[in-house]
Structure formats: C-alpha cells, structure tokens
Nanobody
Framework: QVQLSEAGGGLVQAGGSLRLSCVGS????????MAWFRQAPGKERDVVAA????????YYEDSAKGRFTISRDNAKNTMYLEMNALKPNDTGAYFC?????????????????WGRGTQVTVSS
C-alpha cells in the first residue's frame, strides 16, 4: 500500500505554467504505474496523462499533447506534471493516482491509490 501527497496547484494566468508533483510513501514507488486525472465542476474525473512504472511509456489526452509533460523520478518517489501554455479549460482539481503493475490505464476505476487532489485555476 502506498500513500500519495500532491503539491503545486494554484492560480495562474492563461499562457502561464505550473508544475505539479506527487510524492509516494514507502520504498517501492517503481512498482506502480501512475497517472494524473482532472475533474472539473460537474464533470467526470478524466485522465490527463499517464506513465508506466519505469517511466519509458507515456499517454496524454488530446488537449494535453504538446503542452503537458508527465515524468517520474523513482529514486525520489516523485511524479511530476509540467503544464505549459495553460488555458482556462485546464481548470479543475488534479489528482495523482497509482495502480499495482507496470502498465497504465485510462479509467479511474483501474487505479488503486489516490491523492486528495490539488486545485488548478487558470484565469483568462
């Protein structure tokens, strides 16, 4: 079992950047594929980006491609989401998630562990 702790959310103007981080407890961080999910008010929790446990494979939703970069540093038990050229539509609560195994999945139900979320608000 792993506990996840998120940081880096906040207020930013359109066109700006944020870097989210997610720190996992324990010494087996590399056992888990991980992902970032976004939930806007009144909407479902949707995957933004995902990464294999080794960090060699990644997935991005269409709106994130070319703007966001997911990465991980297993030695530091940390996953990151670099967000550039932010748009108001990027606004939402961002959640860090992890699942047992090396492959990532698209849906929230596939993940075993969750952070509490960090709010990202992009102003126009």
């Amino acid at each position: 079992q792993v506990q996840l702790s998120e940081a880096g959310g906040g207020l930013v103007q359109a066109g700006g950047s944020l870097r989210l981080s997610c720190v996992g407890s324990g010494h087996t961080f590399s056992n888990y594929a991980m992902a970032w999910f976004r939930q806007a008010p009144g909407k479902e929790r949707d995957v933004v980006a995902a990464i294999t446990r080794s960090g060699t494979g990644t997935y991005y939703e269409d709106s994130a491609k070319g703007r966001f970069t997911i990465s991980r540093d297993n030695a530091k038990n940390t996953m990151y989401l670099e967000m550039n050229a932010l748009k108001p539509n990027d606004t939402g609560a961002y959640f860090c998630a992890a699942r047992n195994g090396g492959l990532y999945r698209r849906y929230a139900e596939e993940y075993d562990y969750w952070g509490r979320g960090t709010q990202v608000t992009v102003s126009s």
